[in-house]
Nanobody, 126 residues
Framework: QVQLVESGGGLVQAGGSLRLSCAAS????????MGWFRQAPGKEREIVAA????????YYADSVKGRFTISRDNAKNTVYLQMNSLKPEDTAIYYC???????????????????WGQGTQVTVSS
């Protein structure tokens, strides 16, 4: 399994932007599909975006389509989440997750991801 560490969270005004990073340990990062999930207070954790091992295939939740972009740099063992036009409802703890898979078929099911980071807080003020 890989160890994951998120960074880049913080407080931002509505309409602003943040870029989250997730650094992975190990030499097999390119064998993992990656996902970003979030959990708001009092709500269940939900998928935000996911990306295949190659970066060729991506998935976005309807609530973030057109505003968020997931990408990865396998040479740097890092996956990113660029978040633009942030809204107060984007406020949550954001988690990075990894799933060993060399398929271009994207999974967005939480149970499919075996490694998780500790999370980073994103707060969007109105």
């Amino acid at each position: 399994q890989v160890q994951l560490v998120e960074s880049g969270g913080g407080l931002v005004q509505a309409g602003g932007s943040l870029r989250l990073s997730c650094a992975a340990s190990g030499r097999t990062f390119s064998m993992y599909a990656m996902g970003w999930f979030r959990q708001a207070p009092g709500k269940e954790r939900e998928i935000v975006a996911a990306i295949s091992w190659s970066g060729y295939s991506t998935y976005y939740a309807d609530s973030v389509k057109g505003r968020f972009t997931i990408s990865r740099d396998n040479a740097k063992n890092t996956v990113y989440l660029q978040m633009n036009s942030l809204k107060p409802e984007d406020t949550a703890i954001y988690y990075c997750a990894a799933r060993m898979s060399l398929s271009e078929r994207i999974s967005y099911t939480e149970a499919d991801f075996g490694s998780w980071g500790q999370g980073t807080q994103v707060t969007v003020s109105s």
